[in-house]
């Protein structure tokens, strides 16, 4: 079965620009998450989807945004790009978002603000 | 605010127990302990989780004590692809009713051959 999967695995952009970051959770999964991650730290909750809901949101600017799609998949957008945005951005899916389930995280987009 | 702390660094010998520890004295009675790890550019890799009682799975052993203050994880027999950063973590809830995983800066294990 495949993991969860995330595209682009790199991407560069330029400050003022705006992303789009991908990811599919893990077959039968509901519920995705997104972290950041900037270098030499751990990595940051920014948002938990279930069932196309959002479940919570992290300490991020307004410039962060994300939806999740009937099949489950969900998108991370970031507007207004800042060189700070640069950073591994990570998704995890689980079954149902509840408390004690594992989550499952992909390998990340390694996003490059210039 | 992570609600856990871990020393910066460890070294362990190849075949070796590596004994990973962790502080969590404000953990409440409800909240289970988590173990990530996560090598170089890959994203973070489930290990184990426990609540109260001692686990083990085929990676790895979970020993909580009795207080739920700390926790250790064990690596039984260290190799060199154990070499990561390991994460041990409490979850904290959301406002919309689920949890999110509260990193700190973890624990980075280097086996040594």
């Known amino acids: 079965d495949a993991g969860v999967t995330q595209s682009p695995t790199h991407l560069i952009k330029t400050r003022g620009q705006q992303v789009t970051l991908r990811c599919s959770p893990i077959?039968?999964?509901?519920?995705v998450s997104w972290y950041q991650q900037v270098l030499g730290q751990g990595p940051q909750f920014i948002f938990q989807?279930?069932?196309?809901?959002?479940?919570g949101r992290g300490n991020f600017p307004d410039r962060f945004s994300a939806r999740q799609f009937p099949n489950y998949s969900s998108e991370l957008n970031v507007n207004a790009l800042l060189l700070g945005d640069s950073a591994l951005y990570l998704c995890?899916?689980?079954?149902?978002?509840?408390?004690?389930?594992?989550?499952?995280f992909g390998s990340g987009t390694q996003l490059s603000v210039l | 605010d992570a609600k856990t702390t871990q020393p910066p660094s460890m070294d362990c010998a190849e075949g070796r127990a590596a004994n990973l520890p962790c502080n969590h004295s404000?953990?409440?009675?409800?909240?289970?302990v988590y173990w990530y790890r996560q090598i170089h550019s890959q994203g973070p890799q489930y290990i184990i989780h426990?609540?109260?009682n001692n686990e083990t799975n085929e990676m790895a052993s979970l020993i909580i004590t009795e207080d739920r203050k700390s926790s250790t994880l064990i690596l039984p027999h260290a190799t060199l692809r154990d070499t990561a950063v390991y994460y041990c973590?409490?979850?904290?809830?959301?406002?919309?009713?689920?949890?999110?995983?509260?990193f700190g800066k973890g624990t980075k294990l280097t086996v040594n051959p």
């Open positions: 077959s039968g999964h509901k519920s």
């Open positions: 989807y279930y069932e196309k809901e959002e479940r």
């Open positions: 995890a899916s689980s079954p149902y978002g509840l408390p004690g389930e594992k989550l499952f």
């Open positions: 426990g609540l109260k």
């Open positions: 973590i409490v979850r904290a809830p959301t406002q919309g009713g689920s949890e999110k995983l509260v």
């Open positions: 404000t953990i409440s009675g409800n909240e289970y």
